[in-house]
């Protein structure tokens, strides 16, 4: 049994669905003794575990050490939703931020990652019962549609599928009249995201990365010919270290806890429903409202049950049908044919890390000691590509084979006191606000 503190990645330790219905995690064992190999990386997310697998694909000996279980931070406990895009960040501001050439081609990039998983999932024979119908962006407004109608274009000309809904087709999707059209991603879906990172641990280590659970890093130092992580009970020396903890308070590295702020996200699953939801999603894609703040909307998934993030309030322990309350509401005034009480049956949080920038970003603050984090609630075709970029880019030694450039690790203003007057007084007024 785990200590709250020696999960890594959350804090509320609530039940979550995909705990109960994930295929199991390989066997691991913590670390004892001391070892060595070339790359230690700290954090068995998606980004830790994409870099292991693409590392020993690669032939180069890894060595990954998890503080808790696989998944135990937002790799786990999310939303399982994957498209190509960046959450917060639009092409325009990409465009300005990179220069029109490399924000190009990191679309291109992402694009491709996010075709690439569904081909990751059947290689490595990963049951995590991934859905390729696509996602919806649906919108109310024509100034939204305008809007994600422009995204869209980018990423279209990035190499993604797009389709373009029309009203009139919109019901065929989302049975209401309530939205105006929206754009369909077509090279997203979703998939158990525990389940994910459970196969991606399997193929990694069946590749030949070792991987240590219930092993927190304490501690790194720079060593003559490299570096050595200390963890309660052994020690791992290492050409080159790739620090992966996301959101997590833990991180041993204080520069890197410092470098972003810490969002919490609640997620809910109710019981399954008779029809699995087609009364409301007929096609069964799920959609995402991007005229509401919270980006209300919903996913069934195989057994039927509606998964969705909202907003989180002050209790750290709801009753799943408290934690729902409030979103269910807005819910049903755009769906009213969606049942009263559609039985709550889970509800838990997760963190997210948001770097200043909105985007992930990558760090050397001393050679050989890499620092990736934060996707801004994006995450799982990112953590995918970044994992696999600087896996590359430390097989190779070229730094310039990551799109988005090595960037000064820079405390983010204020993260602490932030994130936490964001968490426990921003977020839950804004759910007051939006689920009104
Ligand atoms: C509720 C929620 C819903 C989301 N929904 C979606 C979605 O639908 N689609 C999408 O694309 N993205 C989504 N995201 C974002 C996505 O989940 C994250 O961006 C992504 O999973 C981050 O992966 P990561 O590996 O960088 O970090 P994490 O998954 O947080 O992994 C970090 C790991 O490091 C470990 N760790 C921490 N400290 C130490 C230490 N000292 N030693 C060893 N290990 C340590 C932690 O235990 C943890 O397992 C969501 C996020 C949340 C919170």
């Not at 962006?137 to 190499?159: M, N």
């Not at 570096?227 to 992966?244: H, K, N």
């Not at 520069?255 to 809910?268: F, G, Q, S």
Request: aromatic share 6%.
């Amino acid at each position: 049994m785990l200590t709250k503190k020696q999960t890594g990645g959350d804090t509320s330790n609530l039940p979550t669905l995909w705990q109960q219905t994930a295929s199991p995690s390989p066997k691991t064992t913590p670390l004892g003794g001391d070892s060595s190999t070339d790359i230690a990386i700290i954090g068995g997310g998606l980004s830790g575990l994409s870099a292991a697998l693409h590392l020993s694909e690669a032939a180069i000996p890894s060595l990954l050490l998890e503080a808790g279980r696989i998944g135990d931070g937002a790799s786990g406990a999310n939303t399982g939703w994957w498209v190509p895009g960046l959450a917060l960040l639009d092409a325009a501001t990409l465009d300005a931020r990179l220069g029109p050439e490399r924000a190009d081609a990191l679309r291109v990039e992402l694009a491709a990652s996010a075709r690439s998983i569904p081909e990751l999932v059947r290689r490595h024979r990963v049951m995590c019962d991934l859905s390729t119908r696509g996602v919806l962006y649906a919108a109310s407004t024509p100034k939204t549609l305008a809007k994600i109608s422009r995204e869209a274009e980018r990423w279209a000309a990035a190499g993604s599928a797009i389709d373009v809904v029309g009203q009139a087709a919109m019901p065929g999707h989302l049975a209401t009249d309530h939205y105006i059209g929206g754009v369909l991603y077509a090279d997203g879906g979703t998939l158990n995201p525990l389940a994910f990172c459970n196969g991606l641990a399997a193929a990694a280590i069946a590749q030949g990365a070792l991987i240590h659970t219930c092993s927190p890093a304490i501690g790194i130092a720079r060593e003559r010919d490299g570096w050595r992580v200390d963890t309660a009970r052994g020690s791992v020396r290492a050409r080159a270290v790739l620090l992966a903890t996301g959101a997590s308070p833990q991180s041993p590295w204080p520069a890197a806890r410092n470098a972003r702020y810490r969002l919490k996200i609640a997620m809910v699953a109710s019981a399954p429903f008779a029809d699995h939801g087609r009364s409301i999603l007929p096609s069964g894609v799920p959609f995402t409202d991007m005229d509401s703040f919270d980006t209300l909307g919903g996913a069934f998934d195989p057994a039927g049950r509606l998964v969705m993030s909202i907003l989180p309030g002050t209790s750290t322990r709801p009753r799943p049908a408290d934690l729902a309350a409030p979103y269910w509401r807005k819910f049903r005034q755009i769906f009213p044919q969606a049942p009263a009480d559609p039985g709550w049956e889970f509800g838990w949080f997760g963190h997210e890390a948001v770097p200043p920038g909105r985007m992930a970003s990558i760090h050397e603050p001393e050679p050989g000691l890499f620092v990736l984090q934060g996707y801004a609630g994006n995450g799982i075709n990112q953590a995918i590509h970044f994992g696999r970029a600087i896996a590359r880019s430390m097989a190779s030694g070229d730094r310039d084979a990551i799109e988005i450039g090595l960037t000064p690790l820079r405390p983010a203003r204020g993260a602490t006191i932030a994130s936490a007057l964001a968490n426990r007084l921003l977020l839950p007024l804004a759910r007051t606000l939006v689920y009104r």
